[in-house]
C-alpha cells in the first residue's frame, strides 16, 4: 500500500473534520475503552473475522455514532487495507473482539488529534486531548 503525500493526507483530514462536525462534533472519552463497548462517539460493528498470517483479525465497520461510515478514511489515514467487503481488519494480538474495537477507536482518536493539529483546529483539538488544546490554543493565538 502506497504512503499518501502531504497534499492528500491533508486533503483527508480536512474531509474527517467535516464529518465530525457533521456528526455533531462529539468528544472522545477520557479513557481508553479497554475490554468493554463502550467506544463513544464511534460506532464500531464487527462483521466476522479475516485470517491472517500471525493469527486472526477482526473485521470492523466504523461511524460516528450512527452518522456517516468513515471506515475508509480511517483505513487510509491509519495505513491499513481496505477489504474487498468495505472492512477494515484490526488484529490487537490477543484475539479478542473488545481489544480489536479498541485498537481502531485509539486509530480514531490518533488520526482525529493529527487532523486537528495539521489544521490548527482547537475545538476538534479539544474533542479528544483537552490538556493540549490548551497549550496548542495559547501557542496558537501567538502566531
Not at 462536525?21 to 466476522?48: H, K, M, N, Q
Not at 473485521?59 to 468513515?70: D, M, P, V
Not at 488484529?91 to 488529534?113: F, Q, T, Y
Amino acid at each position: 500500500m502506497a504512503r499518501l503525500t502531504k497534499t492528500e493526507r491533508l486533503a483527508l483530514q480536512e474531509q474527517w473534520l467535516e464529518l465530525w462536525r457533521a456528526a455533531g462534533c462529539p468528544a472522545f472519552t477520557e479513557d481508553e475503552p479497554l475490554g468493554t463497548s463502550d467506544f463513544e462517539p464511534l460506532s464500531i460493528y464487527a462483521c466476522g473475522s479475516a485470517r491472517q498470517t500471525y493469527g486472526y483479525a477482526t473485521k470492523l465497520i466504523i461511524r460516528w455514532s450512527g452518522h456517516a461510515n468513515i471506515t475508509r478514511l480511517l483505513s487510509l489515514l491509519a495505513g491499513y487495507r481496505l477489504g474487498k467487503d468495505k472492512t477494515m481488519a484490526c488484529r490487537s494480538g490477543c484475539a479478542s473482539e473488545n481489544m480489536d474495537k479498541a485498537l481502531a477507536w485509539r486509530l480514531a482518536r490518533s488520526a482525529h488529534e493529527a487532523a486537528a493539529l495539521a489544521h490548527k483546529d482547537v475545538e476538534a483539538l479539544r474533542a479528544c486531548n483537552k490538556p493540549l488544546s490548551i497549550v496548542k490554543e495559547a501557542e496558537w493565538l501567538w502566531l
